[in-house]
């Protein structure tokens, strides 16, 4: 079999990805070094597969407004770190550019290659495993046992890569178990803005997915399946809670008095930081991760739980106003495919769903953890739409 070298780095890429993902989370269960070391250690060679994929394939680009906007993004918060002197290795090179870096990698390969020869198949079984190791963490969880807030963090994986296994997996049956497992796990560990993102994106993905497909009696169709999927879900649900099985109704319900489990006093003092920062600092930031570094909410290590609040004060006015350019581009696309009825729509607006609702209830675009595969994600869609949208302006 022949293999292009071409294809090799983003293999190693992809293959690296995923299995740092179920190092994390394994290291959350028995807390071994190895699992640990392994997890940063497998993200690096991410970087690394992405930089040289970047330099082998630089002449072939084809330069468009996000791919700009993320090489500046990265310009920025890079040049911002150096300069407040807050390179923390490995966190800052890998937190900084692996997942503006995977975006535009893969949006190149696959425009100009075949991403499913790659990825067939890896991306649902990977997903499998992570959606089974998510339940020891889940009881991890609630039995109040360990780093409670990063062990159930970790089941968000199983949110933010279930759009991968979406457009990556043709298999109808793997990608209807894939959504209910997504569902089942993000109910059962309580996260509200996890189980909110997940459940409003894939009914507005399904409500797209029928718009753009097939007749009006076909797509009434599947709108009466949808109703039908949501008022078993609300069934389930509610029985779950009233077995005491579940609290996410319970802490829906809480919403209004904890604040968000105390996000709303996070985001206080982080706004009234940057409020009383100077100019300077108003403008570009204090820094990589100052937030969880230096200002230290409440006196604990931690981010803002609120990307864009994270942003304002790690990097200004100006990294938020980047940040927010590469969503608006991202909605301007969304928006653009489904009025073409592009193939892709559908999971491109569950990516959005997930990508604002987790950026504003918690740590996804500081990170380059739980947006890793949104970021591939992101990549393939683009790159997948342009190739399509080309070959059909040509005819």
Same mark, same amino acid.
């Given at each position: 079999?022949?293999?292009?070298?071409?294809?090799?780095?983003?293999?190693?890429?992809?293959?690296?990805?995923?299995?740092?993902?179920?190092?994390?989370?394994l290291?959350q269960?028995?807390?071994?070094?190895?699992?640990?070391?392994?997890?940063?250690?497998?993200?690096?060679?991410?970087?690394?597969?992405?930089?040289?994929?970047? !330099? +082998?394939?630089?002449?072939?680009k /084809?330069?468009?407004?996000?791919?700009?906007? =993320?090489?500046? *993004? %990265? #310009?920025?918060? @890079?040049?911002?770190?150096?300069?407040?002197?807050s390179?923390?290795?490995?966190?800052?090179?890998?937190?900084?550019?692996?997942?503006?870096?995977?975006?535009?990698?893969?949006?190149?390969?696959?425009?100009?290659?075949?991403?499913?020869?790659?990825?067939?198949?890896?991306?649902?079984?990977?997903?499998?495993?992570?959606?089974?190791?998510a339940?020891p963490l889940?009881?991890?969880?609630?039995?109040?046992?360990?780093?409670?807030?990063?062990?159930?963090?970790?089941?968000?994986?199983?949110?933010?890569?279930?759009?991968?296994? !979406? +457009?990556?997996?043709?298999?109808? /049956?793997?990608?209807?178990?894939?959504?209910? =497992?997504?569902? *089942? %796990? #993000?109910?059962? @560990?309580?996260?509200?803005?996890?189980?909110?993102?997940?459940?409003l994106?894939?009914?507005?993905?399904?409500?797209?997915?029928?718009?753009?497909?097939?007749?009006?009696?076909?797509?009434?169709?599947?709108?009466?399946?949808?109703?039908?999927?949501?008022?078993?879900?609300?069934?389930?649900?509610?029985?779950?809670?009233?077995a005491?099985?579940?609290?996410?109704?319970?802490?829906?319900?809480?919403?209004?008095?904890?604040?968000?489990?105390?996000?709303?006093?996070?985001?206080?003092?982080v706004?009234?930081?940057?409020?009383?920062?100077?100019?300077v600092?108003?403008?570009?930031?204090?820094?990589?991760?100052?937030?969880?570094?230096? *200002?230290?909410?409440?006196?604990?290590?931690?981010?803002?739980?609120?990307?864009?609040?994270?942003?304002?004060?790690?990097?200004?006015?100006?990294?938020?106003?980047?940040?927010?350019?590469?969503?608006?581009?991202?909605?301007?696309?969304?928006?653009?495919?489904?009025?073409?009825?592009?193939?892709?729509?559908?999971?491109?607006?569950?990516?959005?769903?997930?990508?604002?609702?987790?950026?504003?209830?918690?740590?996804?675009?500081?990170?380059?953890?739980?947006?890793?595969?949104?970021?591939?994600?992101?990549?393939?869609?683009?790159?997948?739409?342009?190739?399509?949208?080309?070959?059909?302006?040509?005819?």
């Open positions: 079999m022949k293999i292009h070298i071409k294809s090799v780095f983003v293999r190693v890429a992809f293959d690296s990805m995923l299995l740092s993902i179920i190092c994390k989370m290291y269960i028995n807390q071994n070094n190895v699992f640990r070391m392994f997890g940063y250690g497998l993200q690096m060679l991410v970087l690394a597969c992405c930089v040289v994929q970047e !330099l +082998i394939t630089f002449k072939r /084809s330069f468009d407004f996000t791919v700009a906007i =993320l090489l500046l *993004l %990265i #310009s920025f918060e @890079s040049l911002v770190a150096i300069s407040t002197h390179v923390y290795i490995p966190y800052a090179p890998v937190d900084i550019l692996i997942w503006p870096i995977s975006v535009i990698v893969y949006y190149n390969y696959s425009y100009y290659y075949d991403i499913t020869k790659i990825a067939q198949n890896k991306a649902i079984w990977f997903f499998f495993a992570m959606c089974a190791i339940v889940i009881k991890i969880h609630l039995s109040g046992a360990g780093n409670i807030g990063q062990v159930i963090f970790l089941t968000y994986f199983c949110i933010t890569t279930l759009p991968l296994v !979406l +457009i990556l997996t043709n298999n109808r /049956s793997y990608r209807n178990l894939s959504m209910v =497992l997504a569902v *089942l %796990i #993000s109910t059962a @560990s309580t996260k509200r803005a996890g189980t909110l993102a997940l459940i994106g894939l009914f507005i993905m399904l409500v797209v997915e029928a718009h753009i497909q097939g007749t009006l009696n076909q797509r009434w169709k599947k709108y009466l399946k949808i109703m039908l999927l949501i008022l078993m879900g609300t069934i389930i649900v509610f029985y779950l809670e009233n005491g099985r579940i609290q996410i109704l319970d802490r829906f319900a809480r919403l209004g008095d904890d604040g968000g489990s105390g996000r709303d006093v996070i985001w206080s003092i706004l009234n930081a940057y409020h009383s920062s100077g100019l600092q108003r403008l570009f930031g204090h820094g990589f991760q100052s937030v969880y570094y230096i *200002l230290r909410p409440g006196g604990f290590y931690r981010f803002a739980h609120n990307s864009y609040i994270e942003y304002l004060y790690d990097y200004g006015t100006v990294g938020l106003i980047l940040l927010l350019v590469f969503i608006i581009a991202l909605i301007v696309s969304t928006i653009d495919m489904v009025r073409r009825k592009a193939r892709f729509a559908p999971v491109m607006c569950l990516l959005l769903v997930i990508s604002v609702f987790l950026g504003m209830f918690s740590y996804f675009f500081e990170e380059s953890n739980i947006i890793m595969p949104v970021a591939v994600a992101y990549g393939v869609i683009l790159g997948l739409d342009k190739k399509e949208k080309n070959i059909k302006d040509e005819i």
